[in-house]
T-cell receptor
Framework: NAGVIQTPRHKVTGKGQEATLWCEPI?????VFWYRQTIVQGLEFLTY????????DSGMPKERFSAQMPNQSHSTLKIQSTQPQDSAVYLC????????????FGAGTRLSVL | GQGVEQPAKLMSVEGTFARVNCTYS??????LSWYQQREGQAPVFLSY????GLKDSGHFSTFLSRSNGYSYLLLTELQIKDSASYLC?????????????FGSGTRLLVSP
């Protein structure tokens, strides 16, 4: 079991460019969560999917952020027109649907917007 | 409103203990978990509680009081390697189901 896989590990974009972050959950895990972590804000909830369906995106900044889960083996987080304040570590986590109190995190993608 | 609060820092001494506090307010509580996060690494699950009382798991123990919206993680016989951030996470009712909301974490420093 390779765990949750996130790619790329690091991404540098210029202001106004688009960034797409990828997550491959643990096989058999049907709940997928996206978080953003900064020193100032800590670990912020963005959105989550259950059985590929979007359940709660209340943490997603409107307009520029979107997330999809086209199949059970991967999810993407897309940020359009990136801004310096989007710089953070983006963490993906997965869990069994019946055990969402135990999340397994990927190593994260560090996004730097110049 | 909804939220999970933790003190930012905590210091303790090797061989003693440390208690990491967490307070929360939720729309619909459905469990609380603790995670350890080392510098530059992802959070790692430690423990989960949903019923009131103390859950003793050896080096890590957890306490929960649902009526007070309060939990703590107790680390005993501290080692230097226990220096890390400890995150409290609450499963709370969201718009379409239960989402998991984290506190900002408590950075524990264990000194010799």
């Amino acid at each position: 079991n390779a765990g949750v896989i996130q790619t790329p590990r690091h991404k540098v974009t210029g202001k106004g460019q688009e960034a797409t972050l990828w997550c491959e959950p643990i096989s058999g895990h049907s709940a997928v969560f996206w978080y953003r972590q900064t020193i100032v804000q800590g670990l912020e909830f963005l959105t989550y999917f259950r059985n590929q369906a979007p359940i709660d995106d209340s943490g997603m900044p409107k307009e520029r952020f979107s997330a999809q889960m086209p199949n059970q083996s991967h999810s993407t987080l897309k940020i359009q027109s990136t801004q310096p304040q989007d710089s953070a570590v983006y963490l993906c986590a997965s869990s069994l649907v019946g055990n969402q109190n135990t999340l397994y995190f990927g190593a994260g993608t560090r996004l730097s917007v110049l | 409103g909804q939220g999970v609060e933790q003190p930012a820092k905590l210091m303790s001494v090797e061989g003693t203990f440390a208690r990491v506090n967490c307070t929360y307010s939720t729309s619909g509580f459905n469990g609380l978990s603790w995670y350890q996060q080392r510098e530059g690494q992802a959070p790692v699950f430690l423990s989960y509680v949903v019923l009131d009382g103390l859950k003793d798991s050896g080096h890590f123990s957890t306490f929960l009081s649902r009526s007070n919206g309060y939990s703590y993680l107790l680390l005993t016989e501290l080692q230097i390697k226990d220096s890390a951030s400890y995150l409290c996470a609450v499963r709370d009712r969201g718009t379409g189901g239960y989402k998991v909301v984290f506190g900002s974490g408590t950075r524990l420093l264990v000194s010799p």
